[in-house]
């Protein structure tokens, strides 16, 4: 079953931003796709949709509702507002693994499971309460709704066959007096809107690698700017990093001042437009569909994977320049590649290498990979901006564009600094048995070993509160470290040479001791220098633990050979011991949501 709206992504994204920015509800915009959503399908007012919908975690992965009464069926939704295929697919099996036994316990009337239950569970239990008497003669109807009008839902449906296989088999055992349940995947109708055109010269090779088109030649750099300007930031998602806004970038000496020197004496009349393109190497990009017909591409869901700092840098500087000949701007041809491809892992294989002849860093090879992405997703959810791309953060901060000024601006409340990719690494890995890589933070992303360890969703990424705690301590441990050192007997004592074996040992020491304290005060939000927080860990390490002084009597009363075993952890776990903070997982038993004091 597929249900339509046509609809452009585009738009609908535009939609449920503005309904955000005139409704108030849940912690983020995407918390407003659902109660958006059912207005619009099922025509029902405001208030009740809000009611129907989750507005934040704790939820089982249920995050709207509807009853039809006509025709009695139950809709339950999840919704991803993403135009990520793996979070989309994701929904199946999370009605799989966990919808279905909640809606078992809803059906049976049982209690709430956990205190702090959303309130879309509480109204969904009232709603089959009230629908007791006809409950054999339900449908249901598992639906998920998202934003990638570009999927192929032949291709999706079939993927995910085994998976709705099962839910169905799953739901007809645990409710054999209901009728069978349908599964849909809602799916938006492209409209012009969606699809982008280029003027160019090339060729289009229909099956260059694995079935999948590209086109090379040249088109008007004017239509790419046009198109940039359209689409935001959102047009280098796929690339390794944003915009970069070091002064060695962006100097007249830099790669995009001297782009910037060519294109200002092209529209000055002082230089041919035919030289940028002998002067540039070109972009790539990637779209999911590309077509090429009398010296015009069309395509959707463009991507920008390599020619970042060449396409930003010509918009930032045409938006500060007023004077210039637009029309030389418009002779103006750019060099190209652009692959049709749906398979995410050879864009991010393309994405990775197209950038190797610039500096990259090693977080940047990782930065698109599906882990990051529902990580970036989860955290979101929690009002924290996650920067999993090199200089996202600043980049959206700084600009001018009204998207990215409205973006910003759910973060503020939650976010006093994001939290970026490398340091959450470190911190993780700091309390690990990877924490030997802590001060070679690139190891963590080169070696595909060590990053899946760290980065371990299994293990390490289920609760983001403790996440959003970690970092926390990791950001402030320094600054009490510090304080610690005006104290004579530890003023020799260099803070980066235990600073990771102090948080590992302080993280196991909250798990045993003072979690509920650590959730209230660490976990709701990042700080950037808090001094509460910064004399809360000074006082937990040297007052009301031995940490320092078992961290410092090891280090001290080490020789050279001692201390590197520190690093190697068999002197670490000689301290956890010494401190009763032996066999602790400081990763376990962490709630999906803060609860309330």
Request: aromatic residues 12%; hydrophobic residues 35%.
């Amino acid at each position: 079953m597929e249900i339509t709206i046509n609809m452009s992504s585009h738009d609908v994204k535009e939609e449920v931003e503005k309904y955000s920015n005139e409704n108030y509800f849940g912690s983020c915009v995407a918390d407003c796709f659902t109660p958006w959503w059912l207005q619009l399908h099922f025509k029902i007012n405001h208030d009740l949709a809000k009611k129907q919908s989750s507005d934040g975690s704790n939820d089982f992965g249920i995050d709207g509702f509807y009853y039809d009464n006509n025709n009695d069926r139950l809709y339950i939704i999840q919704s991803k507002f993403t135009r990520d295929e793996s979070l989309i697919k994701n929904a199946i099996v999370t009605f799989k693994k966990i919808t279905l036994d909640k809606l078992e316990k809803l059906l049976d009337n049982k209690t709430r499971e956990i205190q702090n239950e959303n309130r879309v569970i509480n109204n969904l239990r009232d709603c089959l309460y009230d629908i007791r008497d006809k409950i054999n003669k339900i449908h249901i109807v598992f639906v998920v709704i998202h934003l990638n009008d570009e999927m192929d839902m032949n291709r999706i449906n079939d993927h995910l066959q085994k998976d709705i296989d099962e839910l169905i088999s799953e739901f007809k055992e645990k409710f054999s007096n209901m009728a069978p349940p349908e599964v849909g995947i809602l799916e938006y109708k492209i409209d012009n809107n969606s699809i982008y055109e280029l003027r160019a010269v090339g060729k289009l090779y229909d099956n260059f690698i694995q079935n999948n088109k590209m086109f090379l030649g040249i088109i008007n750099l004017s239509d790419i700017i046009d198109i940039y300007r359209k689409c935001g930031d959102e047009i280098f998602e796929k690339n390794v990093r944003y915009f970069i806004n070091s002064r060695k970038n962006i100097s007249e000496e830099g790669p995009v001042g001297n782009i910037e020197e060519t294109i200002k004496e092209i529209c000055e009349d002082e230089l041919d437009p035919h030289y940028f393109t002998l002067y540039h190497n070109g972009i790539t990009m990637c779209c999911n569909h590309l077509e090429y017909n009398e010296g015009k591409i069309n395509m959707t869901s463009p991507y920008i994977v390599n020619g970042c700092q060449t396409i930003k840098g010509i918009s930032l500087f045409f938006n500060k320049t007023k004077k210039l000949n637009k029309e030389n701007f418009d002779k103006i041809y750019l060099p190209i590649r652009i692959i049709q491809s749906r398979n995410d892992e050879l864009i991010y294989d393309i994405a990775k290498n197209n950038n190797r002849q610039n500096s990259i860093r090693s977080s940047g090879l990782r930065a698109n990979d599906s882990i990051q992405r529902r990580l970036k997703n989860n955290f979101e959810k929690y009002g924290i901006f996650y920067e999993r791309q090199y200089e996202e953060y600043i980049n959206i901060n700084n600009s001018q564009d009204e998207r990215d000024k409205e973006k910003i601006k759910k973060y503020k409340e939650k976010t006093e600094i994001p939290i970026y990719i490398e340091d959450l690494a470190q911190a993780i890995a700091s309390i690990t048995d990877d924490i030997t890589y802590v001060n070679n933070v690139s190891k963590i992303f080169e070696s595909n070993s060590i990053y899946k360890r760290v980065f371990d969703e299994e293990k390490h990424l289920k609760s983001i509160p403790f996440l959003i705690g970690l970092y926390n301590v990791y950001n402030h441990i320094g600054f009490a470290l510090k304080d610690i050192k005006n104290f004579e007997k530890y003023s020799d004592i260099k803070e980066k040479h235990i600073k990771w074996h102090i948080l590992y040992l302080l993280m196991r020491y909250i798990w045993k001791n003072e979690r509920n304290d650590f959730l209230q005060r660490y976990c709701i939000q990042t700080y950037k220098k808090y001094e509460e927080i910064i004399d809360d860990i000074e006082k937990k390490i040297r007052v009301r633990s031995d940490i320092m002084k078992v961290i410092v009597d090891i280090y001290l009363k080490s020789d050279e050979e001692q201390r590197e075993l520190v690093k190697k952890k068999e002197l670490l776990n000689r301290a956890a011991n010494k401190l009763y903070l032996g066999g602790i997982d400081p990763f376990e038993g962490w709630p999906e949501e803060v609860p309330e004091k």
